[in-house]
């Protein structure tokens, strides 16, 4: 049977509740800023260099499933010009990489 410390819920409530906070602030926040066209090109590009920044410091290290993420997230994205295929297109290369490779 698993229990739980109280400390490690409190720690687990704490850290759900900054992380609401944090994105309801971004929200907050954005609602003052005008959205032009610079601003739109902005937040559009934000998702890919999400995506690269989460990818490219396991590729530098010389990560193979990493790498093939990142050239599949590449090609997925000039591809489709969608947000979310170009994601799953990299974690399944680098999952299914990394099954082979066992």
């Known amino acids: ?10 720690g687990i ?15 907050y926040l954005m609602r003052h800023v005008p959205i032009t066209p610079r601003v739109r090109r902005i937040l559009d590009a934000l998702p890919g260099s999400v995506l ?17 993420g990142l050239v599949v997230a590449f090609l ?3 591809l489709v010009r969608n ?4 994601v ?10 990394r099954a082979l490779m066992g």
Not at 88 to 97: E, F, I, S, T, Y
């Open 13 to 27: 409530a704490v850290v759900a509740l900054i992380t609401a906070l944090n994105r309801m602030a971004g929200f």
């Open 52 to 68: 690269v920044a989460l990818l490219a410091p396991g590729a530098v290290r010389g990560d193979l499933g990493m790498m093939v």
């Open 83 to 86: 947000d979310l295929v170009p």
């Open 1 to 10: 049977m698993l229990s739980l410390d109280p400390n490690t819920l409190l």
């Open 88 to 97: 799953a297109a990299a974690m399944a290369a680098a999952a299914g990489l």
């Open 76 to 78: 997925a994205a000039k």
